[in-house]
């Protein structure tokens, strides 16, 4: 009944073909002082759909009258009384409402996205609809493939009717790090403007970026934050394949002392203005050269260095006038409290990293041959002849969906090819499933 009209043949968009007028019923308000405890004592007899919520409930009346009504569900019919509920005939009976005739005008601006590509797009492909798409500040960004290319326009049009903030959409039309190896896409402007710099948020950090010139995966923000959460405040942690940093700048809100690095100038830049839009300086530390290098850089930056950062700690110096036990009673609890001097300490880095990052799935296991012999002469420093852990790594790629656990195995002989037999029979490979697809490829991890 609610559903909007079809058209299958629609290639670019009409809005004023979605028009649709309902007959049905409503209850007259004699007094609209009484329309407040009416809606809930009709609230068994009023419309209930996602089409019509709370207030939309209420109209005027159609009659010209200037008097208020409440939408009835469809069952109910003003000229048989037999549909009618006792509470209703009550009302009526006691001229407080009246049952009339109503026809629900509806148009494009009541129905959602799925609602409208439901009635436009083929039939038999109404069960796999393009329902979600990749948000990125303002931009939506779209992965069509196949059958629904010819209706890229159309759909773009609606996702920026439907998505308030929403000013550009735009459709992948190559697979990431196929052209570039800084891992951004080739697209195309299906609508909106074409304005790529965008501002987003995540962890309660703020980001700005040139979404076309970046790597930025929306989709990762659960695998983001596990990883985070592993992170301990004081532990150091090397972000190989940093980008703009999802990983290493909520991290350093953490006070986890990261080394970040990507290859990608704009990236780069990117994090340098994340990391002082954040405050997280004194932890973070950008790099901009190739990964195999920066392993090896950052792991003898921070054995041979001391870093420290500077941190604020808590003085309960000057207590507020109102809660200090030594208060001059003489004094109004409202004197003004005196500002209380910011007090520092410093919190040094280890000397060894926790954990090393390498979110590049398409390539990260030919980087872990930068592994070898990379703590060679300070042995001493690891369990069992010290008391500190042998870093955690963690290894990004992709697996077939299909074949998932013969793939899973694959990589982990890979991982052992690259890092030698003697160091692989000490590795402990965790591999799961990410929840968001890459094209037909998952996510793996191997930690």
């Known amino acids: 009944m609610f559903r909007p009209p079809v058209n299958r043949l629609m290639k670019i968009l009409d809005r004023s073909f979605f028009k649709k007028s309902i007959p049905s019923s409503a209850a007259q308000v004699n007094d609209d002082r009484r329309i407040a405890s009416l809606v809930k004592e009709l609230t068994q007899d009023t419309l ?7 207030r939309g409930r209420v109209v005027p009346a159609p009659n010209g009258s200037g008097l208020k009504a409440l939408l009835l569900k469809p069952e109910i019919k003003a000229d048989d009384t037999a549909t009618w509920s006792k509470k209703l005939q009550d009302l009526v009976s006691a001229e407080q409402i009246a049952v009339i005739p109503y026809d629900l005008e509806m148009d494009y601006d009541c129905w959602n996205y799925h609602d409208i590509m439901s009635a436009i797009l083929p039939e038999d492909d109404s069960e796999e609809l393009p329902s979600s798409f990749s948000r990125v500040g303002h931009i939506a960004h779209l992965n069509l493939r196949g059958p629904y290319l010819p209706y890229k326009t159309l759909i773009a049009d609606v996702i920026m009717d439907k998505n308030p903030g929403v000013r ?13 190896e800084y ?7 299906l609508a909106g403007d074409p304005d790529m710099k965008v501002e987003t948020k995540k962890e309660n950090c703020t980001f700005r970026f040139d979404y076309s010139k970046v790597y930025w995966n929306p989709r990762l923000d659960t695998e983001h934050r596990r990883l985070i959460d592993q992170f301990q405040p004081g532990e150091a942690v090397c972000d190989v394949m940093a980008g703009v940093g999802p990983f290493a700048v909520p991290a350093g809100k953490k006070k986890v002392f990261v080394w970040a690095n990507d290859l990608n ?8 203005a994340a990391i002082d839009t954040n405050k997280v300086r ?4 950008p790099s901009n050269q190739d990964g195999r290098v ?13 870093t420290y950062a500077k941190v604020s700690v808590k003085s309960s110096l000057n207590p507020s006038p109102s809660t200090n036990p030594h208060r001059d009673p003489k004094l109004p609890r409202t004197s003004p409290r005196r500002r209380t001097p910011r007090m520092w300490d410093q919190m040094m880095a280890p000397k060894t990293f926790s954990h090393y990052v390498m979110n590049l799935p398409a390539i990260a296991l030919t980087f872990l041959p930068s592994f070898i012999g990379l703590y060679a002469g300070h042995e001493a420093l690891f369990a069992p002849h010290g008391g500190v852990k042998l870093p955690l790594i963690h290894v990004y790629c992709f697996v077939h969906t299909k074949d998932m656990p013969a793939d899973g195995r694959d990589r982990t002989k890979a991982i052992r090819t690259h890092v030698r037999n003697e160091i692989a029979s000490q590795l402990h490979c965790d591999s799961f499933r990410h929840t968001a697809a890459v094209d037909e490829d998952d996510l793996v991890v191997f930690d």
């Open 265 to 272: 100038p704009e990236s780069y830049k990117s994090l340098q």
């Open 48 to 54: 209930h759909s996602k089409y019509v919520r709370g």
């Open 168 to 180: 550009t959409v735009i459709n992948k039309i190559d697979d990431v790090g196929t052209e570039s």
């Open 282 to 285: 004194e932890f973070v530390r």
């Open 294 to 306: 920066f392993i090896r850089s950052a792991t003898q930056s921070l054995l041979q260095t001391n």
């Open 183 to 189: 891992r951004t896409f080739n697209y195309e402007l």
